[in-house]
């Protein structure tokens, strides 16, 4: 396992060096720069293939369902997909999120006759996508934000293996980035549940989890499930690469003590100072998210 050229540079131009920072109260949320391995996909034929369709996981038909993962886009080219569900060509029977058309930062939750198309940031950077059925109603989020949404009722398809790189088939094109941790779920979730939950990992046996791939294997030509359902996957030409990706660090009753950074924007990088509850003023160079306005 190596560190992937250009990845991994544009990686470390993101994430910087990082200040781990850990105090008590109440606050926001503090980014720090981690090694994990990841799977790199260069563009030309790469994916895996969960060898699993929606019926196996229990989420079929009009049933709720929930899948997340981080997608990391380097390039966009045509079609691709991020993670593809179902079958195309039939009304509603799709549950994929891909690449639009090749255009930047441009996206769809391709369910077939009824989709939901949006655009977010997300060229050479960790982005953290979910799509979301409740049985009547598809949204889709990006960082834990609410990106898109419909009502309709879905008729997901048994009849295509859960795949992740790209959508309906290799010719429509194939993702040149990397992905991190997959999660399925045979239930609906909330957006607070989204947001909240993300960063955290999981232990495998939670209520409506069916299907967990962490990606922690660094090798190999499977992917293992550690929901405990043991589903593992298929890696065809995709690398294992060891990258920093972003981590998070709660912080407690923080006070940002300079004023450039309270005008970033969310996951910016920038130096700031950060002075504790319990008294202490630290510095580094951070990416903070918060729920409530810096103070």
Known sequence: MARQK??????????????????TGSGGYLHAGEDDTVLSFNGDGDYWDLGVDAGDLGIDGNREKTIEIWAFIS????????????TTGDSLRDFSLRVLGGTENRFRGQFWGSDIDFTYQAKN????????HDEETQRIYADGELVGEQDEELD??????????????????????ATRELRVWNTARSESE?????HEPLTG????????????????????????????????????????????VRLWNYHVLDDAFRQADRG??????IEGARGGTFSGAVAVESDEPLT
């Not at 989204?194 to 993300?198: G, S």
């Not at 910016?268 to 100072?273: H, K, V, Y």
Request: glycine content about 14%.
């Open 6 to 23: 250009g990845l991994c540079d544009l990686t470390a131009s993101m994430f910087g060096v990082f200040l781990l920072l850990i105090a």
């Open 75 to 86: 390039n966009f080219q045509g079609d691709e997909g991020i993670f593809s569900l179902g």
């Open 125 to 132: 950077k960790w982005v953290h996508f979910a799509v979301t």
């Open 156 to 177: 997901t398809s048994t009849e295509q293996n859960l795949k992740v790189g790209f959508w309906d088939s290799v010719d429509r094109g194939t993702l040149d980035g």
């Open 194 to 198: 989204i947001r909240d939950k993300r």
């Open 205 to 248: 046996d939670e209520q409506g989890l069916v299907g967990y791939w962490p990606l922690d294997e660094g090798e190999g030509r499977t992917v293992h499930d550690r929901s405990g359902n043991e589903n593992h996957g298929k890696i065809t030409g995709a690398e294992w690469t060891e990258v920093t990706v972003p981590d998070v």
């Open 268 to 273: 910016e990088l920038r130096t700031m100072r």
